[in-house]
């Protein structure tokens, strides 16, 4: 059974807008940190980019993306949603949506987002930047 699921990649030309999409159907939305990670081409590590704790209380966007994309959920939808907005060529990847019920997530001075906090992962949506 999918318990994680992205949607909303595609091809966008530099400085468009996407929205990401992710759901859990297979697990109690309400009480899971959810996060996005990335895999650019030819990279092996997948880069933490995005979090929001089951709240919303806690949210954090790495440097590479502060400013230019935003993350939100609504529990009532069981959806959490990444507006990625200002496109670079460099922010081609794939993006992968991740959930964890014990993972934190806080904005404050040192905090990393890393891949294995998390234990359920979605397939992955293909976002492809032109120049």
């Known amino acids: 059974q999918v318990k994680v699921q992205e949607s909303g990649g595609g091809l966008v030309q530099a400085g468009g807008s996407l929205t990401l999409s992710c759901t859990t159907p297979?697990?109690?939305?309400?009480?899971?940190?959810m996060a996005w990670f990335r895999q650019a081409p030819g990279q092996q590590q997948r880069e933490g980019i995005s979090c929001i704790n089951f709240s919303s209380s806690g949210k954090w966007h790495a440097d590479s993306v502060k400013g230019r994309f935003r993350i939100s959920r609504d529990n009532a939808k069981g959806t959490m949603v990444l507006q990625m907005n200002s496109l670079k060529p460099s922010d081609t990847a794939i993006y992968f949506c991740?959930?964890?019920?014990?993972?934190?997530?806080?904005?404050?001075?040192?905090?990393?987002?890393?891949?294995?906090?998390?234990?359920?992962w979605g397939q992955g949506t293909q976002v492809t930047v032109s120049s």
């Open positions: 297979g697990l109690a939305f309400e009480y899971y940190a």
């Open positions: 991740a959930a964890d019920p014990q993972a934190s997530c806080q904005d404050y001075f040192g905090f990393s987002l890393l891949p294995h906090e998390y234990n359920y």
